[in-house]
């Protein structure tokens, strides 16, 4: 059972331009949501991550966009550049379970000129 | 250490043997998780050590896989009689462990390969 559903699986987008994946989610028990940032040959990293209570979070380009009631969560990137091209993840954590993830399958960005 | 340290980097055995995957995490972290990437996949959890806490086993796939943590740092994941579906990067991760404090620092991981 896949509890955590990305989309697109694979995205370009030109330079400057918007990028935006989306996850959806089943678990209400779900209470963080992270977006993990992988490029080739590496592990992930933390990118950005948000909390049900609060709709949007923004840091720096990047931005989470929640929608509680929907249990839906998305991840976009402004003004997007080469060098963002990576695999994303999406994830969730059940509350109290520490950082014991569900992942999304990931959804690999190509940025280009 | 600076960073979560993995070996070896690549792994490569015949269906049947047994492998060692290690794990050095970052230095004053109590948790420390493995997870699992396939092919085209998320990851997957796989096995979870808390401190001195008994470890969450919850995601491991089947008793031919096993993990250990020495002196709450540097852990092992031990895969008996491998099978080629056990083809994968696994990756080890640690974190500070504070209930409030989920980040996740990953290790580059292990590509195993099993022919």
């Known amino acids: 059972q896949q509890q955590v559903k990305q989309s697109p699986q694979s995205l370009i987008v030109q330079k400057g331009g918007i990028s935006i994946i989306n996850c959806a989610y089943e678990n209400t028990a779900f209470d963080y949501f992270p977006w993990y940032q992988q490029f080739p040959g590496k592990g992930p990293a933390l990118l950005i991550a948000?909390?049900?209570?609060?709709s949007e979070k923004k840091e720096g380009r990047f931005t989470i966009s929640f929608n509680k009631s929907a249990k839906q969560f998305s991840l976009h990137i402004m003004d997007s550049q080469p060098g963002d091209s990576a695999t994303y993840f999406c994830?969730?954590?059940?509350?109290?379970?520490?950082?014991?993830?569900?992942f999304g399958t990931g959804t690999r960005l190509q940025v280009t000129l | 250490g600076a960073g979560v340290s993995q070996s070896p980097s690549n792994k490569v055995t015949e269906k049947g043997k047994d492998v060692e995957l290690r794990c050095d995490p970052i230095s004053g972290h109590t948790a420390l998780y493995w997870y699992r990437q396939s092919l085209g996949q998320g990851l997957e959890f796989l096995i979870y050590f808390q401190g001195n806490s008994a470890p969450d086993k919850s995601g491991l796939p089947s008793d031919r896989f096993s993990a250990e943590r020495t002196g709450g740092s540097v852990s092992t994941l031990t895969i008996q009689r491998t099978q080629q579906e056990d083809s994968a990067v696994y990756l080890c991760?640690?974190?500070?462990?504070?209930?409030?404090?989920?980040?996740?620092?990953f290790g580059s991981g292990t590509q195993l390969s099993v022919l």
């Open positions: 948000i909390r049900p209570d609060v």
């Open positions: 991760a640690s974190s500070l462990g504070d209930r409030e404090t989920q980040k996740l620092f």
């Open positions: 994830a969730a954590r059940r509350r109290g379970t520490a950082s014991k993830l569900t």
